[in-house]
């Protein structure tokens, strides 16, 4: 934060309160001597630095919150913070590798690779030991400015599309796969003799194809549930891509409503072919959502049968609060009709407008809210050639960023 955007008073208590814990840790400044700024550059990993709290907990106290100098971008490092312990000198510094506390030489011959000595070590360990307590002293300031975060688009959303896409196409292939053995074996009957104790030989037969429909029928199921867990997450991308969230707030808000509330986010109902895909969809997840958290007593969701002049009747637990019971209700889902009406989904998903859209969501590259605002997705979203473009450009940045290629 800077003096012109002050922390709230009950934040700025925890300045003080972190500053104690730093105990002898101060901020260094810039180098006193051209010897040390070399021996800064000329630095090397203590092995004490390796139990330092995330990199993002460090810098947001040290120079966030207690307003350490700090020295930027340079080959293969994203900042470094100086510092004092004891009179002597140290960089807190997040390179390639990693987050470290480097121990400066002054040896006018020393190389890069000299190893830090026992004292630089020790110290190391203390100052990592000192970082840590005032990071957890910190934790209120953290969850501040979490939220000051969250209210604006200075945000990136993690995109898991690609792989929750893969479980759902596993399921569904291994479904498709055992059915086609099935159809292939429905005709086949094993024979099996078996010889008891007593000498007595006994014959039984079994059709491979029951054991196989069944383990297809799983994997459909499973296929369904993967298929929501991957539209529930594709939903909240789709609507970023298309202008409709723009903050964290609104992001985390959405990513906490049901999945109607998600579809409605994302796509407009008031297109006939997608308001129908939207009622078979809600309809099956609604089956397949009764079926599973009902205890999986039926695909109805008949978990008792009662006895009556009929003979056992089957008794269906509803959704309906007021009406918990029923003896009538929608036909069991066919697992196959479900892999084909998901199927089918998909297809119109990207059949539209939305076709570049599916560029991105694969890319694994995550959502920035700041590109909402500035109409950059806006522009990327009119054809999938410039969302090609894009994507491609936007990969290239997280590959130098990775690297730490600043130039």
Not at 359 to 375: H, K, N, W
Request: proline fraction near 4%; hydrophobic fraction near 40%; glycine fraction near 6%.
């Amino acid at each position: 934060m800077t003096e012109a955007d002050p922390l709230p008073p009950a934040i700025q208590k925890v300045h003080g309160a972190a500053l104690k814990a730093l105990g002898e840790i101060e901020a260094a400044g810039p180098p006193k001597s051209n010897a040390e700024s070399k021996g800064l550059m000329l630095s090397s990993r203590t092995n004490g630095g390796r139990t330092l709290p995330h990199y993002y907990l460090v810098y947001f106290l040290l120079v966030d919150l207690l307003q350490f100098p700090h020295m930027g971008e340079w080959e293969k490092s994203a900042w470094t913070i100086p510092v004092r312990f004891r009179g002597r000198l140290y960089g807190i510094e997040h390179r390639k590798m990693g987050l470290g506390i480097f121990a400066p030489t002054l040896d006018p011959k020393a190389t890069m690779n000299e190893p830090p000595t026992d004292e630089a070590e020790t110290d190391a360990k203390e100052i990592a030991a000192l970082i840590t307590r005032a990071v957890a002293v910190a934790n209120p300031y953290f969850e501040w400015r979490a939220e000051q975060a969250a209210a604006g688009n200075q945000i990136n959303v993690l995109n898991k599309s690609s792989s929750l896409f893969e479980r759902y196409e596993f399921f569904r292939d291994r479904f498709r796969a055992l059915s086609a053995e099935t159809e292939s074996k429905k005709n086949e009957r094993v024979i099996t003799k078996k010889i008891l104790d007593d000498d007595t030989e006994v014959t039984q037969g079994s059709f491979p194809a029951h054991a196989l429909r069944k383990e297809a029928n799983w994997h459909a199921q499973a296929a369904v549930e993967a298929f929501f867990s991957w539209t529930e997450h594709a939903f909240i991308h789709l609507a970023i891509l298309r202008g409709r969230l723009c903050t964290g707030q609104e992001v985390a808000r959405i990513a906490e409503a049901d999945w109607k509330t998600k579809f409605k986010t994302a796509l407009n109902l008031d297109e006939a072919a997608t308001k129908k895909h939207y009622d078979e969809l809600l309809d099956l997840r609604a089956q397949i959502r009764n079926f599973m958290a009902h205890g999986a007593f039926g695909k109805r969701g008949e978990a008792f049968r009662f006895h009556s002049g009929a003979g056992a009747a089957p008794v269906l637990l509803t959704e309906d609060q007021k009406h918990r019971y029923s003896l009538t209700g929608k036909p069991a889902f066919e697992e196959r009709r479900a892999i084909e009406e998901m199927e089918e989904f998909i297809e119109h998903l990207w059949s539209g407008a939305l076709g570049p859209a599916r560029i991105f969501l694969f890319s694994s590259l995550p959502s920035i809210l700041t590109f909402v605002s500035d109409g950059t997705y806006a522009h990327a979203m009119e054809s999938e050639e410039s969302m090609t473009e894009f994507v491609e450009y936007l990969a290239r940045k997280f590959d130098n960023a990775a690297n730490m290629d600043w130039w």
